[in-house]
């Protein structure tokens, strides 16, 4: 099968990089707990006068190539290899790509190797990549195209809310996905 895999809240810990860099810059300022957050967009959770504060975390160098490795993922990712299995990394950019899309790549180089940044597609449109199944943590994926992948939701406090779609975890997803 053809897998496809987001980064951002699938293999990469964005909620908990930008929590804890907003915690040691703002140690007074009110905060959205993880288990707490309700919208995709961690900025939209914030109040209108924090906003740039979250949004600067995530523009500023060095964020993306730091995240930290959701834990289990490689060793998912290359049990799924394994068994025989085509998987992507499939990845919505930042528009301020500036420093988002060259960490990205180097965070997959640095986290899974030179073989997988081979693997990296950085698109706007999942739904224009072809695929059997794609592992992501947003609720809706839309777009042109109607998607040859089925959406498996990665388990996140901001989609549980979706009950339509199969989810999964790093620890459940061998007893989910029927590969
Ligand atoms: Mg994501």
């Known amino acids: 099968m053809k897998i496809l895999i987001d980064m951002d809240g699938v293999i990469a810990n964005f909620e908990k990089s930008v929590l804890d860099t907003y915690q040691s810059l703002h140690p007074t300022k009110p905060f959205i707990p993880l288990d707490e957050r ?4 961690v900025k939209e959770q ?7 504060l979250v949004e600067s975390i995530y523009l500023t160098p060095g964020f993306y190539q730091s995240l930290p490795i959701i834990n289990g993922a490689v060793e998912a990712l290359s049990e799924m290899t394994q068994r025989g299995h085509n998987l992507f990394i499939c990845t919505a950019p930042l528009p301020q790509y500036e420093h988002c899309v060259l960490e990205k790549y180097q965070w ?5 190797g030179a073989e997988w940044v ?17 592992i992501d943590d947003k609720p809706n994926i ?3 195209e109607t998607p040859t992948w089925e959406h498996i939701l990665f ?4 989609n549980k809310h979706i009950t339509s779609k199969k989810r ?12």
Do not use: A, H, M
């Open 38 to 41: 309700t919208t995709f967009y």
């Open 46 to 52: 914030y109040p209108s006068e924090l906003q740039s």
């Open 108 to 112: 997959v180089d640095q986290y899974l």
């Open 118 to 134: 081979k693997k990296i597609i950085v698109t706007n449109d999942k739904t224009l990549v072809r695929g059997d199944i794609l």
């Open 142 to 144: 839309t777009g042109l």
């Open 155 to 158: 388990n996140q406090p901001y």
């Open 168 to 179: 999964l975890n790093w620890d459940n997803w061998k007893s989910i996905l029927d590969i």
